[in-house]
């Protein structure tokens, strides 16, 4: 009866019960031997033992995808949100150092689309699979009267651990040290207000293939150029743009500042588009959008060749983007 009840008042804990359980293969799927499968019915438990990390530091992060779910939402198109969102989290906790652990998603809906919600929880399955991230739990949230029938939110939360002496924290950057851009795999998931602000409906549709592709993931790359290389300081090219983030690279050495050399790097044309769309400066769209560059870092010059054909080799385009002064 109050079940029933409930569903009346336009929540149905059966129907969310049947989509969730028919989903957990897939999630259990992501889990590592850490994640304790035996253990926990409200909370997930991970065994930070089996990391073999001798002394770790946990480092955390939490974000959504912003207004990009308007453009799901307007072209029905799902799948590559849930990797946005585990990019947008994973991206973060690397430029530590740190080794992404675990993740947790967040779903709020206003009425329960299983095939949806199937998409973007597969996409979340596959961000944290190319992250070898466990997905150790969530929650999706039936919410009528808060969300309108067919919108919803999302938020993530991860985890990562990295050994102590091993922390990237900008402190030993130097000048004449060389930054290196890592190709963004195109708008990511800042910046969408202003894109649904300069494009039409009709516009918007025309380009959802280049709005829609999901953020990159940098987690093997980063993290293979960590045991390499001599990485002095790591950006994620999000909130802000170049012209906040770039910043970002010195910012524990105040008397640095980062040079960039003009066209050094491929800007993708949706970028371009947009641009136009709406006569925005080039200032604005710098302080915006990563404009082509999702993650960038500094190392020694003497490295710069090494650290790109190893990003190449990964399947990530890169170049040296500026220098240290």
């Not at 950006?235 to 802000?240: A, E, K, Q, R, V």
């Not at 960039?260 to 136009?276: D, G, N, R």
Request: contains cysteine.
């Amino acid at each position: 009866m109050a079940t029933s009840a409930y569903k009346k008042a336009g929540v149905d804990i059966q129907g969310a019960d049947t989509w969730l359980k028919g989903m957990g293969r897939k999630v259990t799927a992501t889990h590592s031997s850490a994640v304790m499968k035996d253990r926990g019915h409200f909370a997930g438990l991970f065994d930070l033992g089996k990391t073999k990390i001798k002394d770790p530091v946990l480092v955390s992060s939490t974000d959504g995808v912003g207004t990009k779910l308007k453009i799901a939402e307007l072209t029905n198109k799902h799948s590559g949100l849930g990797i946005d969102l585990v990019a947008m989290n994973v991206n973060d906790i690397i430029t530590t150092g740190a080794k992404p652990l675990f993740f947790l998603d967040y779903i709020a809906v206003g009425k329960l689309k299983p095939q949806v919600m199937s998409q973007v929880l597969q996409g979340v399955i596959d961000g944290c699979t190319e992250s070898e991230c466990s997905l150790l739990g969530g929650e999706t949230a039936e919410m009528p009267g808060v969300y309108a029938p067919g919108s919803y939110d999302l938020a993530g939360f991860c985890v990562g651990a990295v050994e102590r002496k091993n922390i990237i924290d900008g402190k030993k950057v130097k000048a004449k040290d060389a930054v290196i851009g890592i190709a963004s795999s195109g708008v990511h998931s800042n910046g969408y207000s202003l894109v649904r602000h300069v494009f039409t409906d009709k516009e918007l549709k025309k380009h959802q293939k280049s709005l829609l592709m999901p953020t990159r993931i940098y987690v093997k790359p980063v993290l293979k150029l960590l045991k390499k290389f001599s990485v002095h300081s790591l950006s994620h090219i999000t909130g802000g743009g170049l012209t906040k983030r770039i910043p970002s690279l010195v910012q524990e050495k105040p008397k640095l500042k980062v040079e960039l050399i003009e066209e050094s790097w491929v800007v993708p044309t949706i970028f371009k588009h947009i641009q136009a769309a709406g006569s925005v400066s080039d200032t604005d769209m710098a302080t915006t959008f990563n404009m082509g560059v999702g993650m960038a870092l500094t190392l020694p010059q003497k490295e710069v060749a090494a650290a790109i054909r190893l990003l190449e080799r990964e399947g990530f385009q890169a170049w040296q983007i500026g220098q240290v002064l």
